[in-house]
């Protein structure tokens, strides 16, 4: 049969036949209309140790904005860019690296002098923390007290073609917690029970400023939720986990307890976020704190 439009709408018949061969139609064409994503290649704006740090970038060049073609058995085809790779002696790399193995905080105790005045921490269910609620609450958890072998497994170091102060890398955490009581502050220890850490792999990253102090932390972002042995959750949550400590999911009930434990509990414990003096350079690029927006 027919589909009749009112006659208060656009005036037309259309047979279903007609009808789903046009919405076939409109389908092919929006997936070949989708653009392609490339991968975004940096080109001479890393670091070197005599070069100054720059703060911006004047041009972001897309590798893929110059077609390059090949001809693959006897047809032109588009051929993929050069693979890019780090130099292992870049100063931020080298920096990073130390940073995470001697003076973060997490992995070990942490070293006041690298963190910039307005440092900002922020992880997928915490944050943000300025510099001084960071250090408290890294403070009051000692990890690396916890799990004396609690280790990174840094790998894949890498800098932002978008930003050549900042270095990406990853971390699949190992440990064994049977050091010392895992302190959760106001007054609760969770004894040692041998629990054995296999980390899901997790992305990080460090980003400096001119002075090269470190300036923003992004850890916890989970690559791969289904391996390891943390429940899907990266960092200090994946490691309560296997503790024995369930962390609650993102919802009412840990959004609730997160406000409890910043707002309302005793000065100098562990804190979920800032509630104060966090640097206008976040706030203007953010306002959700802790689990918000998950």
């Not at 997490?106 to 510099?131: C, H, M, Q, T, W």
């Not at 990890?143 to 978008?162: Q, R, T, V």
């Not at 289904?226 to 200090?236: E, L, M, Q, S, V």
């Not at 919802?251 to 562990?270: D, H």
Request: glycine content about 8%.
């Amino acid at each position: 049969g027919n589909i009749t439009v009112p006659p208060s709408s656009t005036s037309c018949n259309i047979t279903r036949k007609q009808s789903t061969m046009t919405i076939k139609t409109i389908l092919v064409a929006c997936c070949i209309s989708t653009p392609l994503v490339g991968a975004f290649a940096p080109s001479s704006s890393t670091l070197s140790s005599s070069s100054p740090m720059k703060t911006s970038i004047d041009v972001f060049k897309n590798p893929f904005a110059e077609s390059t073609t090949a001809t693959i058995n006897g047809s032109s085809s588009s051929a993929a860019p050069p693979i890019q790779t780090t130099n292992a002696n870049n100063p931020l790399i080298k920096l990073a690296n130390e940073i995470i193995y001697t003076k973060s905080g997490f992995y070990s105790p942490p070293d006041e002098s690298v963190y910039a005045d307005d440092f900002v921490f922020r992880g997928p269910y915490i944050g943000p923390l300025n510099k001084a609620d960071y250090l408290q609450t890294m403070d009051v958890f000692k990890l690396y007290e916890s799990l004396p072998d609690l280790n990174p497994n840094a790998w894949g170091f890498s800098i932002d073609p978008k930003d050549p102060n900042r270095v990406w890398y990853m971390v699949r955490n190992t440990g064994t917690f049977d050091g010392a009581p895992l302190n959760l502050g106001s007054g609760i220890a969770i004894p040692p029970n041998g629990a054995v850490l296999d980390g899901c792999p997790e992305t990080f990253s460090m980003t400096f400023d001119e002075d090269r102090k470190l300036k923003h932390l992004t850890v916890g972002y989970v690559a791969d939720r289904f391996d390891g042995n943390t429940n899907g959750d990266g960092a200090a949550v994946g490691i309560l986990n296997v503790a024995g400590v369930p962390f609650p999911k993102p919802g009412p009930i840990l959004r609730c307890a997160q406000y409890f434990l910043t707002e309302l509990s005793p000065p100098g414990g562990p804190m979920s976020y800032s509630p104060k003096d966090v640097p206008e350079w976040w706030t203007e690029k953010s306002t959700e704190v802790a689990s918000e927006g998950y």
